[in-house]
């Protein structure tokens, strides 16, 4: 069992942890943040592309059983790039381009009388993170580094049998630029493609500048500060045979910490959570010969059975992947799909029932050794 049997196994495997993220996972969360490119061999550079296809939708309660809120979660896609370069022979860097968070959701509006019908939410992000590796004695080494993060969003909410002053209010929160910082450390086993890393991702709060309209003659100017909350990762694998390597990962966001809440709705939230996020996934990659590789993928993120925001309408999801890489020369191109059965809901304010909701994920991958 040599390593490069194993990489070439691990490297298709990981694919559906990286790439094709599961619809409305960890709330608006659209990237694992993933460090494994710090560990590709040599030079290395991946492009990325990943479409998302959720199918959620519910129905009222209360006085408005009966009504249909028809299907609100809209495709979408995302996009990624990795480069990793050695500087020495203890030290790596790598620059990571990603879409860290991102909403689409749209009540269809000929579901009127519905509630929500007609209202739309849309957040859109782009990350850039630059990482260095150090690597110590006994096969362990020390990473870290900064990520600068953009993050714009729009809501409207139209539902004046809720309220009046949401009888078509919309909120634009403009394009705001932070900074936060990655932290983690690694340990490995070559000799059996053995990997621990764990990674830390700072909270990132912005202050938008923002305008409402819907509450008053005028438009509001105000400023809303927004926490994309901290994260933290253990990614790990290892080889349990000739070939074949089990590998697998845990991310924990700490969501409770995100609020939308403009200071003319205090103490309203427009949206928030009530529990942090655990998403669980594992899998197996087998190297079938020199140039075919694939894995299997299962993914779990619990169900709590709170009532969750009408802009979110989920809660937990299971998943099953499967993923194949072709390997020709320096170049790897892998291919992935994704089953996900999306956690049923009850929602805040209509109490609305969303149940029996799906999604389809896939992406595709290409990776360039130098």
Known sequence: MTRNHLIAAGYAAGFLMLGAISANAGAL?????????????????????????????????????????????????????????????????????????????????????????????????????????????????????????????????????????????????????????????????????????????SAITHDFDTIETGLGPSPIYDVMDVEIPQSLNLEFQSGIAANTLLFGSVRWVDWTAFRVAPNSLSPLAIVSYPNDMITYSIGIGRK???????AVTLG?????????????????SKSIGLAVSYTKDNMKITGGLRYIEIGDATTTSVGSSFSGNSGIAGGIRVGFNF
């Open 29 to 201: 969360e659209r990237s694992t943040q993933s460090v494994a490119i710090l560990f590709e061999p040599g030079t290395y550079a991946e492009f990325s592309l990943g479409i998302v296809s959720p199918d959620i939708s519910g129905s009222g309660n209360g006085p408005f059983t009966g009504l249909a809120s028809g299907d609100i979660a809209k495709s979408y896609s995302t996009l990624s790039f990795g480069y990793k370069q050695p500087l020495n022979d203890k030290l790596d860097m790598a620059v990571i381009v990603d879409q860290p968070v991102g909403a689409d959701v749209s009540y269809p509006a000929a579901n009127a009388p519905y509630p929500f019908a007609g209202s739309t939410a849309e957040v859109r992000s782009l990350a850039v993170t630059g990482l260095l590796r150090y690597k110590l004695p006994s096969n362990v080494s020390l990473y870290g580094g900064l990520r600068a993060e953009s993050v714009k969003g729009d809501l409207n909410i139209i539902a004046p049998a809720l309220t009046p002053a949401f009888t078509n209010y919309a909120l634009t929160a403009k394009q705001n630029y932070q900074l936060g910082y990655v932290l983690g450390v690694a340990w490995e086993k070559p000799e059996i493609a053995a990997r621990v890393a764990l990674t830390y991702n």
């Open 288 to 294: 079938f010969n020199e140039t075919w590789s694939g």
């Open 300 to 316: 779990y993120e619990r169900h709590f059975g709170d009532p969750v925001s009408n802009l979110t309408a989920n809660d937990g």
